[in-house]
């Protein structure tokens, strides 16, 4: 049973939302008023090339609690959550897309685990209720996959952008100062996998009957946040990889120099110039690889560019 008295901060990002926000906001107030009497709704636009932002900016005259946030340049998904985290002052912080592919009437089950002790909650789509495209669901695959091997996510644990976390969560998310936040890479190095939980929720097609806004290349860029701002696998692959061709380099050397020595075959200066390129080309990506290393700690711990372009706000 849901305790009334708790507050919820209901986080969307939104894109080219004209047409579904007023239903969105329908359902997802219905609900929250259902299980909190203290809620509000942060609306993060992510510079929309339509009427979303007068959309949005109706719904705020009309209800305060609607919180709306206007960012000059469009910045992706990614970005738009973590500004509504940003901006979330409840007890409880739940994320959700504006398409209504997932039901705003599936909160509860969020609410009552963190309740129950979970301070982080994820959405699981069974495979079968899947309705996005067949690409969509192989970079989904693959960023799970890939979340698994870098931080630790167990294989069986569902990923969705509908998530709730509790206000100390938030923020830290919040404290992120770095230009490529991955909303969900955040939330496992912020909690141990302990202390979250997994509920099955549903999933529909688009409100609006149109294609995904979250192109491929959009899906892409998110992987790479993932890859390059939460990893070092691709540097630690250079250099085993400097490794390998410099141990092949010294075996060529070799090779070319007992044939130079022990046959006719001999090309004017071929055989120290093909040494001398093998050899100092394994060594170059070394290292590079091992500079590589050192640069990306430094990244780590050292960026500190501008994440929201914001341009409008209404949040009180």
Not at 198 to 215: E, K
Not at 285 to 309: K, M, S, W
Request: proline share 4%; aromatic share 8%; charged share 15%.
């Amino acid at each position: 049973m849901i305790d009334k008295t708790v507050s919820v901060s209901l986080v969307v990002p939104v894109y080219k939302s004209a047409s579904t926000l007023p239903e969105f906001y329908a359902r997802a107030s219905a609900t929250l008023d259902q299980i909190c009497n203290d809620w509000e709704i942060i609306l993060i636009d992510d510079a929309s090339p339509d009427q979303t932002w007068c959309a949005a900016l109706t719904l705020h005259e009309k209800d305060p609690r609607i919180k709306i946030v206007r960012f000059a340049k469009n910045k992706g998904q990614q970005h738009a959550t973590l500004c509504g985290i940003t901006y979330a002052r409840k007890r409880f912080v739940v994320t959700i897309d504006d398409d209504l592919q997932c039901f705003p009437e599936d909160l509860p089950l969020f609410i009552d685990l963190l309740q129950a002790g979970s301070h982080v909650v994820i959405g699981k789509i069974p495979k079968a209720e899947k309705q996005h495209s067949a690409w969509r669901n192989l970079a989904s695959r693959l960023n799970q996959k890939l979340i698994s091997k870098i931080l630790g996510k167990p294989t069986s644990f569902g990923l969705s952008s509908y998530r709730a976390m509790s206000q100390q969560v938030a923020k830290q998310l919040a404290r992120y100062q770095g230009s490529h936040p991955h909303v969900a890479a955040m939330l496992f190095n912020s909690v141990p996998v302990s202390m979250m939980a997994n509920v099955t929720i549903r999933h529909a097609s688009r409100a609006d009957g149109g294609p995904s806004t979250y192109t491929l290349g959009k899906m892409f860029q998110t992987l790479s946040f993932l890859i390059v701002n939460y990893s070092l696998l691709p540097l630690r692959y250079v250099v085993i990889w400097g490794f390998l061709v410099s141990a092949s380099s010294i075996l060529f050397a070799v090779f070319v120099l007992l044939r130079t020595l022990l046959t006719d075959h001999v090309v004017p200066g071929w055989a120290s110039l093909a040494i001398l390129v093998s050899f100092l080309a394994g060594n170059i990506l070394l290292a590079l690889g091992v500079q590589g290393e050192y640069l990306g700690r430094l990244v780590e711990n050292a960026t500190d560019l501008g994440q929201f372009p914001i341009i409008e706000e209404h949040v009180e």
